[in-house]
Protein backbone atom coordinates (compact mmCIF):
# COMPACT_ATOMS: atom_id res chain seq x y z
CA UNK A 1 0.00 0.00 0.00
CA UNK A 2 1.87 3.26 -1.11
CA UNK A 3 0.13 6.27 0.79
CA UNK A 4 -0.44 9.46 -1.68
CA UNK A 5 1.68 11.86 1.02
CA UNK A 6 5.22 9.72 0.75
CA UNK A 7 4.85 10.19 -3.40
CA UNK A 8 3.84 13.68 -3.63
CA UNK A 9 6.60 14.81 -6.41
CA UNK A 10 5.28 11.74 -8.39
CA UNK A 11 1.93 14.50 -8.58
CA UNK A 12 3.99 17.21 -9.09
CA UNK A 13 5.54 15.61 -12.51
CA UNK A 14 1.59 14.93 -13.57
CA UNK A 15 1.01 18.29 -13.14
CA UNK A 16 3.41 19.86 -15.27
CA UNK A 17 2.14 17.93 -18.11
CA UNK A 18 -0.69 20.24 -19.39
CA UNK A 19 -3.63 19.84 -19.91
CA UNK A 20 -3.89 18.46 -16.24
CA UNK A 21 -7.34 17.46 -14.87
CA UNK A 22 -8.62 16.02 -11.82
CA UNK A 23 -12.23 13.56 -11.39
CA UNK A 24 -13.35 12.42 -7.98
CA UNK A 25 -16.57 10.41 -7.02
CA UNK A 26 -18.69 12.11 -4.42
CA UNK A 27 -20.05 9.43 -1.84
CA UNK A 28 -17.28 8.29 0.40
CA UNK A 29 -14.69 10.53 -1.34
CA UNK A 30 -15.55 13.94 -0.71
CA UNK A 31 -18.53 13.13 1.13
CA UNK A 32 -18.77 10.80 4.24
CA UNK A 33 -21.14 7.77 4.34
CA UNK A 34 -24.21 8.77 5.48
CA UNK A 35 -27.26 6.15 6.43
CA UNK A 36 -28.96 7.61 3.61
CA UNK A 37 -28.42 9.01 0.42
CA UNK A 38 -30.05 12.14 1.26
CA UNK A 39 -28.49 12.20 4.42
CA UNK A 40 -24.89 12.74 2.97
CA UNK A 41 -23.33 16.34 3.07
CA UNK A 42 -20.00 16.87 0.74
CA UNK A 43 -16.62 18.15 3.01
CA UNK A 44 -16.76 21.71 3.48
CA UNK A 45 -13.09 21.19 2.79
CA UNK A 46 -13.33 19.57 -0.54
CA UNK A 47 -16.13 21.92 -1.75
CA UNK A 48 -13.62 24.89 -1.15
CA UNK A 49 -10.15 23.37 -2.63
CA UNK A 50 -12.67 22.39 -5.42
CA UNK A 51 -13.62 25.32 -5.96
CA UNK A 52 -10.08 26.77 -5.98
CA UNK A 53 -8.66 24.44 -8.99
CA UNK A 54 -11.84 25.01 -10.71
CA UNK A 55 -10.14 28.55 -11.49
CA UNK A 56 -6.60 26.72 -12.44
CA UNK A 57 -7.28 23.43 -14.30
CA UNK A 58 -8.76 22.70 -17.75
CA UNK A 59 -11.33 20.07 -15.90
CA UNK A 60 -12.57 19.10 -12.68
CA UNK A 61 -15.02 16.94 -12.86
CA UNK A 62 -17.32 14.89 -9.88
CA UNK A 63 -18.66 11.28 -11.14
CA UNK A 64 -21.60 9.05 -9.04
CA UNK A 65 -24.19 6.78 -9.30
CA UNK A 66 -26.21 9.44 -8.35
CA UNK A 67 -28.43 11.27 -11.12
CA UNK A 68 -26.09 14.24 -12.72
CA UNK A 69 -28.91 16.79 -10.88
CA UNK A 70 -28.61 15.16 -7.31
CA UNK A 71 -24.43 15.70 -7.87
CA UNK A 72 -24.53 19.22 -8.72
CA UNK A 73 -27.06 19.92 -6.27
CA UNK A 74 -24.80 18.22 -3.87
CA UNK A 75 -21.29 19.40 -4.74
CA UNK A 76 -22.79 23.14 -5.92
CA UNK A 77 -20.10 24.64 -7.64
CA UNK A 78 -20.65 26.06 -11.09
CA UNK A 79 -17.59 25.57 -12.63
CA UNK A 80 -16.93 21.84 -12.38
CA UNK A 81 -17.99 18.99 -14.92
CA UNK A 82 -20.29 16.66 -13.22
CA UNK A 83 -21.15 13.36 -14.49
CA UNK A 84 -24.35 11.21 -12.90
CA UNK A 85 -25.76 8.14 -13.37
CA UNK A 86 -22.20 6.15 -13.64
CA UNK A 87 -21.29 7.97 -17.05
CA UNK A 88 -24.95 7.63 -18.88
CA UNK A 89 -25.70 11.70 -17.70
CA UNK A 90 -23.04 14.12 -18.32
CA UNK A 91 -23.74 18.36 -17.29
CA UNK A 92 -21.02 20.11 -18.77
CA UNK A 93 -20.89 24.24 -20.21
CA UNK A 94 -24.87 24.88 -18.90
CA UNK A 95 -26.32 21.86 -20.97
CA UNK A 96 -26.75 17.95 -20.34
CA UNK A 97 -26.34 15.17 -22.19
CA UNK A 98 -27.20 11.37 -22.56
CA UNK A 99 -24.58 8.87 -23.53
CA UNK A 100 -25.45 7.10 -26.40
CA UNK A 101 -28.17 4.53 -25.58
CA UNK A 102 -29.25 5.68 -22.35
CA UNK A 103 -32.39 6.90 -23.62
CA UNK A 104 -33.74 2.79 -24.12
CA UNK A 105 -33.22 1.94 -20.37
CA UNK A 106 -35.72 3.66 -18.62
CA UNK A 107 -38.62 1.57 -19.53
CA UNK A 108 -36.31 -1.59 -18.16
CA UNK A 109 -35.32 -0.19 -15.13
CA UNK A 110 -39.11 1.09 -14.32
CA UNK A 111 -40.08 -2.44 -15.10
CA UNK A 112 -37.44 -4.13 -12.16
CA UNK A 113 -37.96 -1.58 -9.78
CA UNK A 114 -41.81 -2.54 -9.76
CA UNK A 115 -40.84 -6.12 -9.80
CA UNK A 116 -38.47 -5.96 -6.59
CA UNK A 117 -41.84 -3.62 -4.76
CA UNK A 118 -43.67 -6.58 -5.33
CA UNK A 119 -41.12 -9.27 -4.30
CA UNK A 120 -39.26 -7.26 -0.87
CA UNK A 121 -40.32 -6.97 2.16
CA UNK A 122 -39.57 -3.29 1.97
CA UNK A 123 -38.93 -2.63 5.93
CA UNK A 124 -35.41 -1.08 6.33
CA UNK A 125 -34.84 -1.39 2.12
CA UNK A 126 -35.16 1.60 0.07
CA UNK A 127 -35.25 1.77 -3.85
CA UNK A 128 -33.42 4.95 -5.55
CA UNK A 129 -35.28 5.09 -8.90
CA UNK A 130 -32.88 7.71 -10.93
CA UNK A 131 -34.29 6.83 -14.03
CA UNK A 132 -31.88 5.74 -16.06
CA UNK A 133 -30.07 3.35 -13.11
CA UNK A 134 -31.52 2.66 -9.83
CA UNK A 135 -30.19 1.51 -6.71
CA UNK A 136 -31.80 -0.56 -3.72
CA UNK A 137 -30.07 0.41 -0.14
CA UNK A 138 -30.12 -2.02 3.00
CA UNK A 139 -28.04 -0.09 5.27
CA UNK A 140 -30.93 0.51 7.65
CA UNK A 141 -32.01 -3.31 7.27
CA UNK A 142 -31.80 -5.25 10.85
CA UNK A 143 -29.83 -8.23 8.75
CA UNK A 144 -27.68 -6.52 6.03
CA UNK A 145 -26.36 -9.72 4.54
CA UNK A 146 -29.65 -11.32 4.41
CA UNK A 147 -31.53 -8.34 2.62
CA UNK A 148 -28.59 -8.06 0.31
CA UNK A 149 -29.20 -12.25 -0.23
CA UNK A 150 -33.31 -11.17 -0.62
CA UNK A 151 -32.92 -8.49 -3.20
CA UNK A 152 -30.14 -10.40 -5.22
CA UNK A 153 -32.75 -13.70 -5.80
CA UNK A 154 -35.42 -11.23 -6.36
CA UNK A 155 -33.72 -9.63 -9.25
CA UNK A 156 -32.99 -13.27 -10.49
CA UNK A 157 -36.07 -13.98 -10.67
CA UNK A 158 -36.86 -10.64 -13.17
CA UNK A 159 -36.79 -11.79 -17.38
CA UNK A 160 -35.76 -7.54 -17.24
CA UNK A 161 -32.96 -7.74 -14.69
CA UNK A 162 -30.87 -9.81 -17.46
CA UNK A 163 -30.63 -7.31 -19.41
CA UNK A 164 -28.85 -4.74 -16.61
CA UNK A 165 -25.61 -4.87 -14.69
CA UNK A 166 -25.60 -5.65 -10.87
CA UNK A 167 -23.08 -3.97 -9.02
CA UNK A 168 -22.83 -4.85 -5.21
CA UNK A 169 -21.76 -1.23 -3.59
CA UNK A 170 -21.41 -0.57 -0.11
CA UNK A 171 -24.90 -1.59 1.79
CA UNK A 172 -26.39 -1.05 -1.71
CA UNK A 173 -26.81 -3.20 -5.05
CA UNK A 174 -27.00 -1.03 -8.04
CA UNK A 175 -28.96 -1.53 -11.31
CA UNK A 176 -27.49 0.08 -14.45
CA UNK A 177 -27.28 -0.67 -18.61
CA UNK A 178 -24.44 -3.19 -19.18
CA UNK A 179 -22.59 -0.24 -21.26
CA UNK A 180 -22.58 2.15 -18.16
CA UNK A 181 -19.44 2.57 -16.15
CA UNK A 182 -17.11 5.04 -14.18
CA UNK A 183 -14.81 4.23 -16.92
CA UNK A 184 -16.11 4.82 -19.96
CA UNK A 185 -17.02 8.19 -18.42
CA UNK A 186 -13.67 9.06 -17.75
CA UNK A 187 -12.11 7.78 -20.63
CA UNK A 188 -14.45 9.82 -22.38
CA UNK A 189 -13.43 12.87 -20.38
CA UNK A 190 -9.71 12.83 -21.05
CA UNK A 191 -10.66 12.98 -24.46
CA UNK A 192 -13.32 15.85 -24.73
CA UNK A 193 -10.86 17.49 -22.40
CA UNK A 194 -7.41 15.88 -24.76
CA UNK A 195 -5.35 15.63 -21.05
CA UNK A 196 -2.08 14.63 -20.81
CA UNK A 197 -2.16 13.23 -17.22
CA UNK A 198 -4.57 14.03 -14.52
CA UNK A 199 -5.80 11.74 -11.67
CA UNK A 200 -8.89 9.56 -10.15
CA UNK A 201 -10.08 9.46 -6.57
CA UNK A 202 -12.58 7.05 -5.77
CA UNK A 203 -13.89 4.67 -3.20
CA UNK A 204 -15.42 2.14 -3.96
CA UNK A 205 -16.07 -1.21 -6.36
CA UNK A 206 -17.31 1.20 -8.88
CA UNK A 207 -14.50 3.11 -9.24
CA UNK A 208 -12.87 0.14 -10.29
CA UNK A 209 -13.38 1.11 -13.94
CA UNK A 210 -12.52 4.22 -13.48
CA UNK A 211 -9.22 3.29 -12.25
CA UNK A 212 -8.63 0.91 -14.84
CA UNK A 213 -9.32 3.31 -17.95
CA UNK A 214 -6.34 5.44 -16.13
CA UNK A 215 -4.08 2.74 -16.68
CA UNK A 216 -5.59 1.66 -20.09
CA UNK A 217 -4.92 5.38 -21.52
CA UNK A 218 -1.33 5.46 -20.00
CA UNK A 219 -0.69 2.30 -22.26
CA UNK A 220 -3.05 3.66 -24.76
CA UNK A 221 -1.98 6.90 -25.96
CA UNK A 222 0.22 8.33 -24.03
CA UNK A 223 -1.92 9.69 -20.96
CA UNK A 224 -0.27 9.76 -17.58
CA UNK A 225 -2.11 9.14 -14.52
CA UNK A 226 -3.14 7.98 -11.03
CA UNK A 227 -5.71 6.01 -9.44
CA UNK A 228 -6.15 7.34 -6.08
CA UNK A 229 -8.17 4.62 -3.70
CA UNK A 230 -9.43 6.29 -0.49
CA UNK A 231 -9.44 3.89 2.43
CA UNK A 232 -12.77 3.40 4.98
CA UNK A 233 -13.97 0.61 6.42
CA UNK A 234 -16.13 -0.87 3.95
CA UNK A 235 -13.73 -0.67 1.31
CA UNK A 236 -14.50 -3.58 -0.92
CA UNK A 237 -12.27 -7.05 -1.06
CA UNK A 238 -8.80 -6.30 -2.88
CA UNK A 239 -10.04 -2.76 -4.08
CA UNK A 240 -6.62 -1.48 -2.58
CA UNK A 241 -5.07 -3.45 -4.82
CA UNK A 242 -6.49 -1.51 -8.27
CA UNK A 243 -4.98 2.10 -6.77
CA UNK A 244 -1.56 3.16 -7.65
CA UNK A 245 -1.49 5.53 -4.13
CA UNK A 246 -4.63 5.55 -1.16
CA UNK A 247 -5.79 8.56 1.28
CA UNK A 248 -7.15 7.63 4.35
CA UNK A 249 -10.71 9.07 4.30
CA UNK A 250 -12.14 12.13 3.62
CA UNK A 251 -10.55 14.43 5.74
CA UNK A 252 -7.16 12.72 3.92
CA UNK A 253 -8.69 13.91 0.44
CA UNK A 254 -8.96 17.18 1.69
CA UNK A 255 -6.10 17.78 2.98
CA UNK A 256 -4.45 16.10 -0.35
CA UNK A 257 -7.09 19.15 -2.47
CA UNK A 258 -5.31 21.53 -0.22
CA UNK A 259 -2.10 20.77 -1.07
CA UNK A 260 -2.90 20.12 -5.05
CA UNK A 261 -4.28 23.41 -5.29
CA UNK A 262 -1.30 25.44 -2.88
CA UNK A 263 0.59 23.52 -6.11
CA UNK A 264 -1.32 24.05 -9.32
CA UNK A 265 -1.62 27.97 -7.86
CA UNK A 266 1.39 28.76 -5.25
CA UNK A 267 0.20 31.52 -3.02
CA UNK A 268 1.90 35.18 -4.00
Not at 6 to 21: A, R, T
Not at 136 to 158: G, M, N, T
Request: hydrophobic content about 45%; charged content about 20%; glycine content about 8%.
Amino acid sequence: MSYLFDHLDSVKGLISQSPFGLITDVDGTISETAPTPQEARVNPLCRHYLLELCSHLPLVAAISGRSVAQVRDMVGIDGMVYVGNHGLEIWAEGKSELAEGAADYPGVIAAVIAGLSRRLPMEGLWIEDKRLTASVHYRLHPAPEQAKEAILAALRQLPQARRLRIILERKAIDILPPAASKGTAVADLMKRYRLRAGLYLGDDFTDVDAFRAVRTAARGWGFRGFAIGVISQEMPENFIAEADFTLNGVSDVAHFLEWLSQTVAPPA
